[in-house]
Structure formats: C-alpha cells, structure tokens
C-alpha cells in the first residue's frame, strides 16, 4: 500500500511571494489534515479537508489557504511569504473509521 | 481550549537507561494515541490507547492510560540509540473528534 506522498520535498521562495504545496493521501483516505513544524518545535494544526471540504482550520491568518480534489488530494497554498512561515509542512491522511493520522514525508519550506 | 502538555521537552539519557515521558490533558480523552517522529523524519503512529487504565506494551515501550483518561504515559526500558526522536501524544479534540491535538513532543537524545 502506497503511504501519503508530498510534492515538492523542498522549497525556495522569497518574502512576499506564493507558495502551492501538493498531498496525495493513501488510497481509501477522505480526510486530510495539514500542519506546520517550524525547526525543533510541535506540530500547530493548519487545515482539515474531508470529502472535498474544508471542515476546520487552525489559527492561522487567511493566507494559509487550501483545498481538496474530487481525488481527494489537497494542496496548501500560502499567498505573501513571510519569514516565519520557514518550516516543514506535513500532511497528514485518515481513514473514517480510525481516529490514526498517516503523515507524509512533508515538505521543507524556506523563505528567503 | 483544549490543550495536550508534555513533558520533559528534551531529556538526554546514557544507552541502556530507561526514559518516560507524561502526557497531560485538560479535558478527558476518548482515546490517546502516541507517535514517534526520527529526526529528518515524519511522526509515525505507535500505539493508540482507549480504556481507562489501559496499558499496552510494544518490546521495550509500555503506554498508560490514565484512569481518568486525562494522561498517559510512554516508559521506554533499556533505551537504545535507535530510540532517538520526538515522541508525541495525541487526544481527539473536543471540538471536531476527527481532529488531533497534539502535544508538544518530547525530544529523546541516547548517547551511546
């Protein structure tokens, strides 16, 4: 069985710019959740998309947007890069009928 | 809102010490999970606990339950140097139940 995939691994960008970061979740999973690790630090939820919706956010200003696929792949997008948004973005997938997150490599944003 | 502590945040042990790490709830949990992240990694799902009192046991890992499902606890005997990561504790929000609030993580370094 194929685990969460996350593109792309890394990503340079510069202060002010847009980033698109990309999740395929595991065959079967409808949820996707999307949290951000800055360096050494827990994990601060982001966003929560199931069958297509979003169904909650974290506390996160409204540049941290997203959306879910009919495939139910989703993508994070963060609009106006500020330095601290520098951190690994991880997404997680989960099956309905278990409360188990299944977490993707992530993707390590850097903004410049 | 609800929140999920841990502690310590770091904790350094000499190879073949044991190592626990607490876990604290400020609402009863329906069940707590628990996961480990190796550095450069993702978090990866251990255990999932979700009868009060519980305790499970994996090789050198045993969790608890705490009888009020309000903490839990990872005890790791005889730690080896492939122990090193963060481990996480996680509880369903109140809130959304489809949801994880994660703790804070404790960082386990093993000299060898």
């Known amino acids: 069985e194929a685990g969460v995939t996350q593109s792309p691994t890394h990503l340079i960008k510069t202060r002010g710019q847009q980033a698109t970061l990309r999740c395929s979740p595991i065959?079967?999973?409808?949820?996707v959740y999307w949290y951000q690790q800055a360096l050494g630090l827990g994990l601060q939820f982001l966003l929560w998309?199931?069958?297509?919706?979003?169904?909650n956010r974290g506390n996160f200003p409204p540049r941290f947007s997203g959306r879910q696929f009919p495939n139910y792949s989703s993508e994070l997008n963060v609009n106006a890069l500020e330095l601290e948004d520098s951190a690994l973005y991880l997404c997680?997938?989960?099956?309905?009928?278990?409360?188990?997150?299944?977490f993707g490599p992530g993707t390590r944003l850097t903004v410049l | 809102g609800q929140q999920v502590m841990q502690i310590p945040q770091y904790q350094h042990v000499q190879e073949g010490e044991d190592f626990t790490t607490y876990c604290n709830s400020s609402?009863?949990?329906?069940?707590i999970q628990w996961y480990k992240q190796r550095p450069g990694g993702h978090p990866v799902f251990l255990i999932q606990?979700?009868?009060?009192?519980e305790v499970k046991k994996q090789k050198r890992l045993t969790f608890q339950f705490g009888e009020a499902k309000k903490n839990s606890s990872l005890h790791i005997t005889a730690t080896q140097t492939t122990d090193v990561g963060t481990y996480f504790c996680?509880?369903?929000?109140?809130?959304?139940?489809?949801?994880?609030?994660f703790g804070g993580g404790t960082r386990l370094m093993v000299k060898p």
């Open positions: 997680a997938s989960r099956l309905t009928s278990v409360y188990e997150q299944f």
């Open positions: 065959s079967g999973h409808t949820s």
């Open positions: 998309y199931d069958e297509g919706e979003e169904r």
């Open positions: 609402t009863t949990l329906s069940n």
């Open positions: 606990l979700v009868k009060s009192g």
């Open positions: 996680a509880g369903p929000n109140n809130n959304a139940g489809n949801m994880l609030t």
